[in-house]
């Protein structure tokens, strides 16, 4: 069984650009959570994403945001990037029917030059 | 609001050391307790889990008892390998049937020496 799969691998941007991230998630999984891990900041909470809507999000400003798909596939969009936005961005899925296990991918390493 | 807590690392042993990270949180409620691995390079693999008080989670030679009375979750392996050096992060999650947001630790950095 495939897991969590996120694309691209690697990102460059620079300050003021826009990025979108993608996450699949595992089949059968309805929702999609991204988490940012910056240096020396720790994983911090996104989104979270089931059945095409928001659920809940995290302490970041609205330029995060991010939509699922029919599919359960999501987008992550960081507009307006900033030095800061630098981090690895990672996607979880879960099957959300009462459960409480997230399974991550391998992440997208954003670089804001 | 919720939290967790773990000790600082580096933690850096020989191989076959006993390993302890101790893990403890701040909660309303019964959250789940999770350990999560980071290997060099990768994204985050779920290591092991507990849902209940005085349930042990356990995989690879880890374990984790979830203890309610002293609010921690410590993880422990009898004999640590150079391969199980890494970033190990201790987490809970909790909400309405427990599909909410993780919550991390800080991490603790794990190096084993032959």
């Known amino acids: 069984e495939a897991g969590v799969t996120q694309s691209p691998t690697h990102l460059i941007k620079t300050r003021g650009q826009q990025v979108t991230l993608r996450c699949s998630p595992i089949?059968?999984?309805?929702?999609v959570y991204w988490y940012q891990q910056a240096l020396g900041l720790g994983l911090q909470f996104l989104l979270w994403y089931d059945e095409g809507e928001e659920r809940n999000r995290g302490n970041f400003p609205p330029r995060f945001s991010g939509r699922q798909f029919p599919n359960y596939s999501s987008e992550l969009n960081v507009n307006a990037l900033e030095l800061e936005d630098s981090a690895l961005y990672l996607c979880?899925?879960?099957?959300?029917?009462?459960?409480?296990?997230?399974?991550f991918g391998p992440g997208t390493r954003l670089t804001v030059l | 609001g919720d939290s967790v807590t773990q000790m600082e690392g580096p933690v850096t042993l020989s191989e076959e050391a006993f390993l302890t990270i101790n893990c403890t949180y701040t909660a309303t409620g019964y959250p789940s307790l999770f350990w999560y691995v980071q290997y060099p390079g990768e994204g985050l693999q779920l290591l092991l889990k507990?849902?209940?008080?005085?349930d042990k989670g356990s995989n690879k030679g880890f374990e984790a008892t979830y203890r309610k009375e002293t609010t921690s979750f410590h993880l422990e392996k009898g004999s640590v390998q150079v391969s199980d050096s890494a970033v190990y992060f201790c987490?809970?999650?909790?909400?309405?049937?427990?599909?909410?947001?993780?919550?991390f630790g800080t991490g603790t950095r794990l190096q084993v020496f032959p």
């Open positions: 987490a809970l999650t909790r909400g309405s049937y427990n599909t909410d947001k993780l919550i």
């Open positions: 979880a899925s879960s099957t959300g029917q009462g459960s409480d296990t997230q399974y």
């Open positions: 507990a849902t209940k008080a005085d």
């Open positions: 089949s059968g999984h309805t929702s």
